[in-house]
């Protein structure tokens, strides 16, 4: 049961089983091989490329691109380059779309406005109902809110006083 197996090979058993035979895989991964060495040789030698064999030119084509040099290489001061392209002036095109964005949200705020104005009197018992009835506690607790947002942006305004101030960036958020 656990002995090798030592029966004659039949003319019925597959060609890879057989002795003194090589699998039909390997003679397909032989050739290949050799049509890889031949079109790396005719590319070398620069011999005309002969359209008749297909396999030959993609296997040249590669050849090609493998000897080619892939890309230019990294600046040594690539993030001193980086660096000072962030904190450059802005092109005249990011400010241009600067200015379109403000002009556009303008223009939107204009006509949510208007919108507001001709037909807010038919809007507002719609909206008045959807507010809940409030109790006096709860203006205490909005109050608190409102204080924590408005030292909130206080403290942003700070911090941006003191990075124009100093010219660059603090460690401040």
């Not at 090979?9 to 032989?30: A, I, K, N």
């Not at 001193?80 to 600067?98: K, Y």
């Not at 204009?110 to 001709?118: E, H, K, N, Q, T």
């Amino acid at each position: 049961m656990n002995t090798p197996d030592d029966r004659k090979p039949t003319p019925d058993d597959p060609p890879g089983e057989r002795s003194g035979w090589r699998s039909l895989d390997v003679l397909r991964l032989e050739a290949e091989w050799q049509a890889q060495e031949r079109a790396l040789e005719q590319e070398r030698r620069g011999v005309p490329l002969d359209r008749a064999d297909s396999r030959l030119a993609e296997y040249r084509l590669i050849a090609r691109a493998l000897r080619a040099p892939a890309m230019e290489p990294v600046p040594y001061d690539l993030t001193a380059q980086i660096v000072r392209h962030v904190e450059g002036t802005p092109a005249v095109g990011e400010l241009l779309e600067r200015w379109l964005l403000r002009a556009l949200t303008a223009a939107f705020v204009l006509a949510a406005l208007s919108a507001m104005v001709a037909y807010g009197a038919q809007w507002t018992p719609a909206f008045a109902d959807l507010w809940p009835q409030l109790s006096p506690a709860s203006a205490d607790w909005a109050g608190l809110l409102i204080g924590c947002l408005a030292v909130s942006l206080a403290w942003q305004g700070v911090v941006r006083l003191m990075r124009q101030e100093s010219g660059g960036t603090l460690g401040l958020a």
